[in-house]
């Protein structure tokens, strides 16, 4: 049998029910829960015959270590979406669009990406296996279903993948703060992988060097920097106004 893992939050968990219900063995609720939100998920979930175990508060805090429950989480087997970036790129019938990240340390940042990932159609986002922060519980509650529908692949030698990834006609734009081409005035490829380095440290040298192309994103305040997840919400978001000719107030 595979190694279950352990995931809350009501988006975490209600997704998983709603794409991957065969993935469940089992959800915990919080007995002395007992509003709407509750019972939808309860009738959901005993329409889908997964089982339901109620419990007391004190139960749900010591599984998820006090964090953020939202008095429900489950166990579940992990599903695998894609095994490997061929997989994902060898499906498509269209240009590719994906989302590497170097080194995300912070959960929320990532659970953050892959709900913007997921907003703007990218079709996989890859990682390295080391020094990244990878699929946690708290990854899988702030990303609010995103985990279940975009391809997360971690791989060893994430240079090796870049390299690979351009075999395909794939090109490669980094984001730094000293890049010399403005975002407003860069032309975005049809196929692109969109490069964001680590919360503290940015991409890795070698990551850099990979890159077809590195582009900075305009800012006018007094803030240096964007958090990660903001700054490939704001680039995906060019990338789709470039490719769909749709202004930014059509949405």
């Not at 352990?6 to 089992?26: K, M, N, T």
């Not at 889908?48 to 010591?62: A, F, M, N, P, S």
């Not at 000293?178 to 964001?196: G, T």
Request: proline residues 2%.
């Amino acid at each position: 049998m595979a190694a279950s893992r352990l995931i809350f939050g009501f988006h975490a968990v209600v997704s998983r029910l709603r794409q991957h219900p065969d993935s469940i063995r089992e959800i915990y609720v919080d007995a002395g829960r007992n509003d709407q939100r509750t019972r939808s998920l309860i009738a959901l979930a005993e329409s889908l015959q997964v089982r339901l175990i109620l419990c007391e508060h004190e139960r749900l805090e010591k599984m998820t270590g006090g964090k953020r429950h939202q008095s429900v989480a489950a166990t579940i087997d992990q599903v695998t979406l894609a095994s490997s970036i061929d997989d994902v790129l060898d499906a498509l019938t269209g240009p590719a669009r994906l989302l590497i990240l170097d080194g995300i340390q912070d959960p929320h940042n990532l659970g953050a990406c892959l709900r913007v990932a997921d907003a703007f159609g990218v079709h996989a986002v890859i990682a390295p296996k080391d020094r990244a922060v990878g699929l946690t519980a708290a990854v899988y509650q702030v990303s609010s279903g995103a985990a279940e529908t975009v391809p997360y692949i971690a791989v060893t030698n994430l240079a090796r993948t870049m390299r690979q990834i351009k075999e395909r006609d794939i090109w490669i734009v980094g984001t730094a703060d000293n890049a010399d081409h403005d975002l407003n005035s860069f032309q975005i490829h049809e196929s692109i992988a969109w490069v964001f380095g680590s919360e503290e440290k940015g991409m890795r040298r070698l990551t850099r060097e990979t890159c077809d192309q590195l582009v900075r994103i305009p800012m006018q305040g007094s803030v240096e920097s964007l958090n990660v997840s903001v700054s490939a919400g704001i680039c995906l978001f060019e990338t789709f106004r470039q490719h769909s000719g749709k202004t930014a107030g059509a949405i």
